[in-house]
Nanobody, 126 residues
Framework: QVQLIESGGGLVQAGGSLRLSCAASGRTFSRYFMGWFRQAPGKEREFVALINWISGSTYYADSVKGRFTISRDNVKNTVYLQMNSLKPEDTAIYYC???????????????????WGQGTQVTVSS
């Protein structure tokens, strides 16, 4: 019953920006972490960014730190990923994910999340 729907993907030139959105709907659940992951063709899904839903604390993969910003709007039940200074290597399908249980460590692994969106394609041309 929990649904995560991503939007905002598209084609952009290197150096450009995109903002991804992930709206949660359906059954209300305890939201502790929301994260963004990405998967390029032939590669495993990798961590991009996460946010503690209540505190707003964030954590980023080294590859995107300083360029991407994750944020949330609790009223709209939406998490965002602002992507600036995009590079061709950022090209991937981007997925949002939600964790509904507490964790004493940063939830930066695929296995840490129970709910997933269907993904939105981001393509960065050189």
């Amino acid at each position: 019953q929990v649904q995560l729907i991503e939007s905002g993907g598209g084609l952009v030139q290197a150096g450009g920006s995109l903002r991804l959105s992930c709206a949660a709907s359906g059954r209300t659940f305890s939201r502790y972490f929301m994260g963004w992951f990405r998967q390029a063709p032939g590669k495993e899904r990798e961590f991009v960014a996460l946010i503690n839903w209540i505190s707003g604390s964030t954590y980023y993969a080294d590859s995107v730190k300083g360029r991407f910003t994750i944020s949330r709007d609790n009223v709209k039940n939406t998490v965002y990923l602002q992507m600036n200074s995009l590079k061709p290597e950022d090209t991937a399908i981007y997925y949002c994910a939600a964790r509904d249980t507490r964790s004493s460590i940063m939830a930066n692994r695929v296995a840490d999340y129970a709910y997933w969106g269907q993904g939105t394609q981001v393509t960065v041309s050189s």
